[in-house]
């Protein structure tokens, strides 16, 4: 397992093969990237600031990524999420889990980035059009993260 969160830019493809290369009980490796939108609704957005409670973000990753262990048979997991300010188009998260079969590795990858939406403790302005703004996880985040309780 490794959990980091760092203002610096990821390699995912790096990181994806640091899951798997080498090994043979590997047959699935799922890979999310979540990058900064432009868009929100109606509205331009020129930018996000993340900001987060060191310490605290590590642990509480760390925590949903055992639980996925314990739901689904996985071989190795990698959460990486920045912080600071973005622009559209800036990576901010990567989820990578790897199985022997694709759908423990799908499965923990859409149960992580769930969690990560709604229960990472993370801070989320957007700068706007119309000026700045604290967001907060959306009802249709809260409804997916429902599906796993």
Request: proline share 3%; glycine share 8%; charged share 30%.
């Amino acid at each position: 397992m490794t959990v980091r969160i760092q203002r610096e830019p990821f390699d995912a493809s790096a990181e994806s093969d640091a899951l798997s290369k080498g090994r043979h009980d590997v047959g699935a490796v799922v890979t999310f990237t979540g990058v900064c939108r432009g868009i929100e609704g109606d509205d331009t957005v020129r930018a996000m600031t993340l900001e987060h409670y060191p310490g605290m973000a590590e642990e509480e990753i760390e925590g949903h990524v055992a639980e996925a262990q314990k739901r689904w048979k996985l071989l190795g997991v990698t959460v990486v999420h920045r912080y600071g300010r973005f622009e559209p188009g800036d990576p901010i998260v990567l989820v990578v889990t790897a199985s022997s079969h694709r759908e423990d590795a799908f499965a923990a990858a859409n149960f992580l980035m769930d969690y990560l939406k709604t229960k990472a403790p993370f801070w989320k302005r957007e700068e706007r059009s119309d000026g700045d703004r604290w967001v907060d996880a959306t009802d249709a985040d809260d409804e997916a993260a429902e599906r796993w309780t």
